[in-house]
């Protein structure tokens, strides 16, 4: 049994991840490999879709088995090693996919070369800061939101040329081309 290729899909606030991955699925049948995360459930996510919600208890007991552990903000966010295996191997014929960021996809990518690391990007700051404006967000998390666009982008260009090399900048100026230049990334 042939395991798929993993999507790995990330960028900065405003890019479009949600939107691409929401068209992509009208293409694929996706797969998702949700983050085990310690935040709480705020936006009331289904668990099991972008995150696996655990204590800190729960986290602790799995941490040893992580392929990257990223603290953000005070809660621990990470990929366990056997479930990602577990998923993958379950694909069967679907695409599996994981939303990610940059340090996280890297060391994925660093156990397994044969991930698809997809940098999504709007076409300019601007662009990316404008779509989070319009979103219907509490005030304080779209200024956070806003400002993490060009930490993003900073994160990004201080990549070193080897680490760049494997990634696939997508530049989300229309969803269609976008998920185009997604489909073409997982057929080559």
Do not use: W
Request: aromatic letters at 6%.
């Amino acid at each position: 049994m042939t395991v798929p290729r993993l999507l790995c899909i990330f960028g900065a606030p405003g890019a479009g991840k949600d939107t691409v991955i929401a068209e992509l699925g009208k293409h694929l049948s996706l797969v998702r490999i949700p983050r085990r995360t310690t935040k709480p459930n705020t936006r009331q996510e289904a668990d099991g879709i972008s995150f696996r919600f655990s204590t800190d208890a729960e986290f602790d007991r799995v941490e040893s088995d992580m392929i990257y552990v990223q603290r953000h903000a005070g809660y621990r966010y990470g990929i366990e090693r056997r479930f990602l295996h577990d998923r993958l191997a379950a694909a069967a014929g679907r695409q599996p996919l994981l939303m990610s960021n940059i340090e996280e996809a890297l060391a994925i990518h660093a156990q397994d070369p044969t991930v698809l690391l997809a940098y999504l990007t709007a076409p300019t700051p601007e662009e990316a800061e404008r779509r989070i404006r319009e979103r219907p967000d509490d005030p304080l998390e779209i200024e956070k939101k806003v400002a993490g666009v060009q930490r993003n982008l900073a994160r990004f260009s201080a990549l070193s040329d080897v680490e760049k090399s494997k990634i696939h900048v997508v530049v989300n100026d229309t969803v269609d081309h976008a998920v185009s230049q997604i489909l073409q990334l997982l057929s080559s």
